[in-house]
């Protein structure tokens, strides 16, 4: 999306940001008190809105068939007399023990074909027709009760959908699921090239799930179950909103989303959800500076902000720490600010917490909440979040801005399950997610806005194209890139990109496969290098980038023929020493450039990328140079735009502002020259669009 635009508020009822926690008040009905002083807090903590319900099934129907709505009538009834307001929960997250008990079915079993037990949560089959059945009248119930009330903004369906279940009935699910997708055995068995080992199905009853103890070998297989279990799990959550929406159409529909959450193609759900959330725990200050973690997040964002191209929801983030991270370190000053920030410098229209209240027992009394068992306001933590809520709640105008992204980055859930599969080239670490955000931090450094997008989305607008390990290449997708590249477009793209097609079957008569005509190379050989191998990348003299030196590569070679394209760089050493490394195509008024080694020096990206911005006239938030860890991004409405400078570095910095006439956006303070960004410091300016 390359034009400031503005989107409505999330809802009618908040025209500001969203600020809030999850909130669990069924685990203290007995003691009514603790509800009153909940009210009293939140509105103290400058909290418009509550995720409310999320694991209460047990309190709201506590034996089948018996429902109490009592309790929610009370809270939600209190919260509009209060001016809070409710993102209402489907509670299918978690069941009570009475139904596990009288339908053993609900429960999930495993690829090793053993049901589990009762207990924990997420534990549910999602084709079982009783828990559907359960799930159904609870929503519907929820929806005729709750979908007027003046409290309710929207859905917060179940929690962070995952996993799978390889029951019976999710067993005739994924044939009729087959069935549907290849219409005959024998195309099945030619698209999962079922000759190998004899594998060929005769039956569609012989076709089963892939199990450890049974087909596990099968990629074409792997990739499918995987793509059902994305389906299913969407057809569960349609099954979900169905009464939802009977009753309320217009009401938002959500599912929190988790970070590079690897089960569920999100792209595929993102289509039925009505905005995207997703929960977002940082390990902060693992390391002295934060600025991977920060480039990792940024990424993050920027994907589930690209899902929708729109304002997206942070629905989860911990107000100090977490319990469930190898160790839990508290926020340092000025870094949950900094954090929430980053969000909404990436699109959030919302901050929310998990949680709210530490509960007093279980598993997660540990982790951090708003409100802390001392039980009172006067907490570090709790002045922390309330500083942000009115943070926030000044900074109304920048709801519904977009991020006018003009580079975009290639991810695709099919070719991230596809390549992790593949047995080779690398089994000791292919490292697929983390290639993708090397080539994104580059552009995170850079301040450059960049949308993270899938081989379906469309290319117009961008100006630089980054195709990071494309192994799983549809034929149209390498068409659309190459269109692309003509018309203008800058095309990175690497190794191990266009290797085999939507089934997981190799392309034949050359690599990259549908990509060789616009990157004009031809890839004969792919090696993997030993943690101990190093080969060198060398830039050739006078190149047109105009990079010199040599970089160090590990982990991935190439071996590539330059057809059309022109070589850039070469290989340093081994037997292919002197052989491309980087080479450039020119394709009418575009270019692709293709990186045939993992380059592990990040200085190489630096280089590379601050030449392609250059050379692509890609926008950047500021046209300034920031130090490193330090990044800025940019939201606009195509009148004002709103620049974050976020300061991840754990070092303090200095920028020099562009000459472009800003204000602070906060105090509306006229700021020019040298900027002082204390360490953790996030500052936001404002200026005329560009
Ligand atoms: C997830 C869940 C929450 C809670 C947090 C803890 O995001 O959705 O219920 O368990 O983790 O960090
Ligand atoms: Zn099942």
Redesign the pocket.
Known sequence: MAQGRKFPPISGKIPGFMHGA?YNPDQWLHDPKIFEEDIRLMKLANCNVMSVG?FAWAALEPEEGRFEFGWLDHVLDTFAANGIYAWLATPSGARPAWMSQQYPEVLRVGANRVRNLHGARHNHCYTSPVYREKTAIMNAKLAERYGSHPAVVGWHVS??YGGECHCDYCQEAFRDWLKAKYGSLDALNRAWWTAFWSHTYTDWAQVESPAPHGESAVHGHNLDWRRFVTAQTIDFYLHEIAPLKRVRPELPCTA?F?DLFYDLDYREFAKVVDVISW?A?PTWHAAKSDADVAAWFSFNHDLFRSLKRKPFMLM?S?PSL?N?QPVSKLKRPGMHRLSSLQAVAHGSDTVQY??WRKSRGSS?KF?GAVVDHAGHEHTRVFRDVADLGAALAGLGEVIGTSVPAEAAILFDWDNRWAVNDAQGPRNSGIRYEQTVVQHYRALWELGVPTDVIGSDDELAGYKLLIVPMAYLMRQETGEKIKRFARAGGTVAATYWSGVVDEHDLCHLGGFPGPLRAAAGIWAEEIEGLHDHDRNTLVLREGNPLGIVGSYEIRELCELIHAETAEVLAEYGEDFYAGRPALTVNRLDAGRAYYLAARVSDPAFYAAFYEALVREAGVRRAIETALPPGVTAQLRSDGVSDYVFLLNFSGKSAEIELDGASYLDAETGDAVAGTLGLPVNASRILKRAAK
């Open positions: 999850d999320i929690n962070e929190n988790m929960d725990y989860e911990t977490t469930w998990f949680q997660e982790h």
